[in-house]
């Protein structure tokens, strides 16, 4: 049975000056109930909504592979996902900042970090997700059962290079709370299991998430609803626990090859996404209607997500595209004018850097020569005949070496976080748990 147990809190007199000290003697931990064995019972309504979304998902499925540029269609819809889920936590880098450093990771393999002058934390912290959402859909997805060890790994690969680098990948051990101030738990929005039950609980999760399950969109969703329930680390629980949900969805074959920028609209929809995780926090037993209308509750706002996201993954395939025809045009323009064939010859190093460029915004010499397995001095000219044709912009970095930009993608994932936050959803019975 889910509930809030009361449970003791160490005396700290004098700490919270006006509050007495009897209140400040136990708190409210929230236990929820396991996942497996759980018998759903979705409504007719909720069960054709979960069906429909489902057919969107697939849709965008089949659709992508007939793309010629699926592959830097993924590497773009991967690094908008990520971008978007730490920015939930308040961890802001410009598209720039981050497409730089993956640059500088890409070409100076193995070296710390840190030694790159100019990146801001929040930068490295957001190629982290970058790579642990890769490592979510790729290695997570592949191995026969999820462990926690599995997820600590995923966890731990958020926290490389910061702060919390040395004490990331385990179980918390100690309380830990949201909101409310550092003092203790008591005004806290919302507490978390205990840290002895954190264990069972994750134990339980690794098993949910490695089952075969008829309905993948809702395994899911109870998946991250869980996982952000437990809250089972100090640091990078939200992060975590979005880049489950595409671990579950790559497992059951949903989203093959990509990730759908579904925290881009989580969010966009903040308020609904904190409501949506209040309302799975039922008090009651798991088949109680307090449980049935909670869990519905969070998976209308993950479906709502999740229909947005495909349409945003639409419409970025249609902008990709539309700008890579605008590269064309441009390129055509400014060999002309050069008194050379407006088109390139098919497989032309210059061709295949800009199929590429949606999926690496940011490239020097020496990054596309490894891109394209081509000689530094076939991608200096690719890169320069660019330049000319104002299809990217030249930066000078680090020592002097010269970074090309496709700015039009830089300013893509802006745009898209725009009009999500403009898109409604017709969720009125989340108000009462807001």
């Known amino acids: 049975m889910a509930r809030f147990s009361e449970r003791p809190w160490p005396s700290q007199p004098g700490v919270m000056p006006g509050v007495e000290e009897q209140d400040l003697r136990t708190f409210a931990a929230y236990e929820p109930d396991l996942l497996r064995g759980r018998q759903l019972r979705l409504s007719a309504e909720l069960a054709a909504e979960v069906a429909e979304v489902d057919r969107l998902v697939r849709a965008f499925n089949d659709a992508a ?39 500088m990771l890409a070409t100076k393999a193995g070296d710390d970090q840190r030694t790159h002058r100019g990146i801001s934390d929040s930068a490295r912290e957001v190629v982290n997700n970058v790579l642990a959402l890769r490592r979510a859909v790729t290695a997570l997805s592949d191995t026969e059962a999820v462990t926690v060890d599995d997820i600590n790994g995923l966890q731990a690969a958020l926290m490389v290079e910061t702060e919390q680098d040395e004490s990331s990948g385990f ?15 008591h005004g806290a929005e919302y507490v978390p299991p205990t840290p002895e ?88 037993e798991p088949d109680s209607p307090a449980a049935a209308a909670g869990v519905d509750a969070w998976i209308r706002v993950f479906l709502a997500a999740t229909r947005d996201a495909v349409a945003e993954a639409r419409r970025f395939t249609d902008e990709l595209s539309q700008m890579r025809r605008a590269w064309y045009a441009k390129l055509a323009h400014y060999r002309e004018g050069k008194g050379l064939r407006g088109q390139p010859r098919k497989g032309a190093a210059v061709v295949r850097l800009m199929e590429q460029l949606p999926g690496v915004p940011i490239v020097t010499a020496r990054a596309t020569e490894s891109l394209l397995s081509i000689s530094f001095v076939s991608a200096s000219n690719a890169l320069e005949e660019l330049a ?24 893509l994932i802006n745009g898209a976080e725009r009009r999500l936050t403009y898109t409604k959803w017709d969720l009125p019975e989340l108000d009462a748990w807001v």
């Open 65 to 103: 592979p007939t793309s010629p540029h699926l592959e830097s269609l993924a590497r773009f819809l991967l690094r908008s996902e990520a971008v978007a889920s730490s920015r939930i936590e308040g961890v802001v880098a410009s598209a720039r900042a981050i497409a730089h450093l993956e640059l």
């Open 171 to 185: 179980l918390r051990t100690v309380q830990n709370w949201v909101g409310g101030n550092a003092y203790g738990p």
């Open 197 to 284: 039950a954190v264990g069972p609980l994750m134990d339980d999760l690794a098993a949910f998430i490695s089952e075969d399950h008829p309905l993948p969109l809702v395994q899911a969703a109870l998946v991250h609803a869980q996982f952000e329930t437990i809250h089972p680390y100090n640091d990078g629980n939200g992060r975590t626990g979005r880049a489950l949900i595409h671990t579950a969805l790559a497992r059951q074959g949903l989203a093959v090859g990509h990730v759908l920028p579904i925290s881009m609209s989580l969010l966009a929809h903040a308020r609904e996404y904190i409501a949506g995780l209040n309302a799975f926090r039922y008090v009651g």
């Open 388 to 411: 000319g044709a104002g299809v990217v912009q030249v930066k000078e970095v680090e020592r002097g070496t010269r970074a090309y930009l496709a700015t039009d993608v830089l300013d």
